[in-house]
């Protein structure tokens, strides 16, 4: 599979980056990384706190050909991918430092529409941009932001990071390519239609009782807002 990964310094929005080169043909999956964001988009028009060291600031340009409403599931499949990372993650640390899961009391959720959670607390966000042809995506771009370094003061409230829950601190560079890794295999399920059998995933996240319960919560806008950005 072709992945290119482009990492940046710093630049206005990894999301607008990724868009620009989406127009400019780049093809899938082209990963855009950056240190730090002077831009960071939230969804529904917020900002999204991404200073240097603090967090993972990435965008993966996809053309997956896939129909709307499948499309519309992609920022929670994309949070499966986010939490699995996350896992990954911590299991790793409980390892190195030898502590046992119950100590870290880290509990990994999702929250619908596609917010990660730990112990109540959001410490990542994804933002779905797509433009469209018809009735089929030209290219969507999901947008990640996790939480990692950052300190208390630095965040919104009800925001927490890796370093508030664990007491330590992570080399954001170093962990990033597992979250490739997750993403990567998460959007081949995906483009092969096994929608479900991800949703299944997510109900592990106790992101809802049931993947009915799912689909309706995403038929409600009312209930979502607005979970892929058209441009
Ligand atoms: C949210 O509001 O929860 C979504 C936050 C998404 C933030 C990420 S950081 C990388 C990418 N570039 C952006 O400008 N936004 C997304």
């Given at each position: 599979?072709?992945?290119?990964?482009?990492?940046?310094?710093?630049?206005?929005?990894?999301?607008?980056?990724?868009?620009?080169?989406?127009?400019?043909?780049?093809?899938?999956?082209?990963?855009?990384?950056?240190?730090?964001?002077?831009?960071?988009?939230?969804?529904?028009?917020?900002?999204?706190m991404?200073a240097a060291g603090k967090g993972i600031?990435?965008?993966?340009?996809?053309?997956?050909?896939?129909?709307?409403?499948?499309?519309?599931?992609?920022?929670?499949?994309?949070?499966?991918?986010?939490?699995?990372?996350l896992?990954?993650v911590l299991?790793?640390m409980?390892?190195?430092h030898?502590?046992?899961?119950?100590?870290t009391?880290t509990?990994?959720?999702?929250?619908?529409?596609?917010?990660?959670?730990i112990n109540?607390k959001k410490i990542a966000?994804?933002?779905?941009?797509?433009?469209?042809?018809?009735?089929?995506?030209?290219?969507?771009?999901?947008?990640?932001g996790i939480n990692v370094n950052s300190l208390k003061e630095e965040l919104?409230?009800?925001a927490t990071s890796l370093l508030l829950e664990t007491g330590q601190k992570y080399d954001t560079?170093k962990v990033?390519?597992?979250?490739?890794?997750?993403?990567?295999?998460?959007?081949?399920?995906?483009?092969?239609?096994?929608?479900?059998?991800?949703?299944?995933?997510?109900?592990?996240?106790?992101?809802?009782?049931?993947?009915?319960?799912?689909?309706?919560?995403?038929?409600?806008?009312?209930?979502?807002?607005?979970?892929?950005?058209?441009?």
């Open positions: 599979m072709y992945i290119k990964i482009i990492k940046l310094d710093t630049v206005d929005s990894t999301n607008n980056y990724a868009s620009r080169i989406a127009l400019l043909n780049a093809k899938e999956i082209t990963v855009v990384y950056a240190n730090s964001q002077s831009c960071g988009k939230g969804r529904m028009g917020r900002t999204w991404s600031y990435v965008s993966f340009v996809l053309r997956p050909q896939n129909n709307l409403r499948e499309i519309n599931y992609l920022p929670l499949i994309s949070a499966l991918a986010v939490a699995k990372f896992e990954n299991d790793l409980q390892k190195e030898k502590k046992n899961k119950d100590e009391k509990k990994i959720k999702i929250k619908l529409p596609n917010d990660i959670i109540d966000g994804i933002l779905v941009e797509a433009k469209t042809i018809g009735k089929k995506p030209s290219f969507v771009i999901v947008g990640i919104p409230e009800r560079e990033f390519p597992k979250l490739i890794k997750e993403m990567v295999s998460v959007y081949a399920d995906f483009k092969k239609g096994k929608i479900n059998s991800l949703l299944r995933e997510v109900l592990n996240f106790k992101a809802a009782g049931s993947v009915e319960e799912i689909a309706e919560v995403f038929n409600n806008k009312k209930k979502t807002g607005e979970v892929v950005h058209f441009v």
